[in-house]
T-cell receptor, first 112, second 113 residues
């Protein structure tokens, strides 16, 4: 089936640093989503991207839908302790609206 | 608003035992989903439903059955649990249409020994 390769798998940063992570696939997607998961909770939607090339922000978070429709990027600026968690990319393939595909996740740890 | 509620939150089963995980949503969503989450593998779709009385297989359906007798409930059953089914299970729901806004429950951690 379709797969999303998310990198890096983990990040250890200092508070205040910027963070970048990305997701790539060999297949195209119509929609890219970025989720955050806190310990013991389900994923919560951060940003949704609907068109190739789209750049969308949500506070300190910025995400982009790659022009090839096969990748997406998430940036977090000026990280704070509450940014700790696991970040997942997810994609909705063409003709597969019910089959959201998830990346493996990026675990973000922040040293105060 | 309760959103998506999963019960139980934790369960330990012996190999071969059966159990049912319950998912309930109060948002009148048409679509409901069951995912499993394993370390380093993200979330994988087990089964889903596009409406009351309908179910369909996802990416990893083997060993699981589901039922959607009422719109607000989506049940996931394990007939004969295996250690490979040790995982965290998440239910999600969303409105009919193209909105990608999935609402997830807080998960059920299942251990099969």
């Amino acid at each position: 089936g379709q797969q999303l390769n998310q990198s890096p798998q983990s990040m250890f940063i200092q508070e205040g640093e910027d963070v970048s992570m990305n997701c790539t696939s060999s297949s195209i997607f119509n929609t890219w989503l970025w989720y955050k998961q806190d310990p013991g909770e389900g994923p919560v939607l951060l940003i949704a991207l609907y068109k190739a090339g789209e750049l969308t922000s949500n506070g300190r978070l910025t995400a982009q839908f790659g022009t090839t429709r096969k990748d997406s990027f998430l940036n977090i600026s000026a990280s704070i302790p509450s940014d700790v968690g696991i970040y997942f990319c997810a994609g909705i393939p063409p003709r597969g609206a019910q089959k959201l595909v998830f990346g493996q996740g990026t675990r973000l740890t922040i040293n105060p | 608003n309760a959103g998506v509620t999963q019960t139980p939150k934790f369960r330990v089963l012996k190999t071969g035992q059966s159990m049912t995980l319950l998912c309930a949503q109060d948002m009148n969503h048409e679509y409901m989903y069951w995912y499993r989450q394993d370390p380093g593998m993200g979330l994988r779709l087990i089964h889903y439903s596009v409406g009351e009385g309908t179910t369909a297989k996802g990416e990893v359906p083997d060993g699981y059955n589901v039922s959607r007798l009422k719109k607000q409930n989506f049940l996931l059953g394990l007939e004969s649990a295996a250690p490979s089914q040790t995982s965290v299970y998440f239910c999600a729901s969303r409105q009919q249409g193209t909105s990608p806004s999935y609402t997830f429950g807080s998960g059920t951690r299942l251990t099969v020994v």
